[in-house]
């Protein structure tokens, strides 16, 4: 593909932004979290404008450039000239999310195996690991009402959501919200990795319960594990894992 690049065109903000966002999309296929083309990654724009960047639907995630993201206003409406098409389920839920959460910059959403396969379970995300404790800690669920292309879904999608970390869209897979990229990234590394424990521990005999007081002072733990800043403490060796692949996504 011979993509025009838009190094020179955006501001160095949204530059930044997008070579971010790119390294997600390149990070969660590295992983093994994509679903062929048909799951998202959003992150909006500073300012008042509800703007924000998602993938060119059509290109697998580890073809994603950061000249080749879209970038769409509230309503779907292409801000930047683009030769992409924006998935429509995309653009319902991201659009739902960034409409109501000011405190948040990326929405992560994924379809695993592991993902799917908890958010069918009756009980959901059982405490049963470290893992989940995170998880836990901000945790809500949203009822399966088919693809997602329907406006009328949104309300219902954003009462859910409310103010957690981690959504749980039942029978359709796993969402997290963080105020940066990193943030969102190691929020879905958490849930993803609770799920797939979930899952491998059902194989087994009866499961271990964490007591809900230890999950209740979760969030104290995450910030010593991060030294305080959360995702932006793991990024720079995340993208230095991808630079050693190949830097093709900054372009």
Known sequence: ??????????????????????????LVALYGWSDLIFTHISARLPGPE???????????????????????????????????????????????????????????????????????????????????TFVLASLAYHDYEGVALRDEEKPRLQSDLGNATYLMLRNHGLL?????????????????????????????????????EIIAGVAESMKVQTEGIGGAFLWPALMRKLDRIGSSYKT
């Open 50 to 132: 509800h703007h924000f960047l998602i993938n060119p639907y059509g290109l697998m995630f580890d073809e994603i450039t950061a000249s080749s993201l879209v970038l769409v206003d509230s309503e779907g409406n292409k801000v930047r000239e683009s030769e992409f098409l924006v998935n429509r389920a995309g653009f319902v839920i991201h659009s739902a999310v960034h409409a109501v959460r000011r405190d948040v910059q990326c929405v992560l959403h994924t379809h695993t195996r592991a993902g799917v396969g908890v958010s069918a379970q009756a009980r959901g995300v059982l405490p049963i690991s470290q893992q989940s």
């Open 1 to 26: 593909m011979n993509i025009p690049s838009l190094k020179d065109v955006v501001g160095p903000d949204e530059w930044k932004l997008r070579c971010d966002l790119a390294a997600c999309y390149r």
């Open 176 to 212: 997290t919200v963080g105020a940066t990229i990193a943030d969102a990234f190691l929020a879905m590394y958490a849930f993803e990795s609770t799920c797939q424990i979930q899952v491998a521990a059902h194989s087994g005999g009866e499961l271990i319960a964490i007591p809900s």
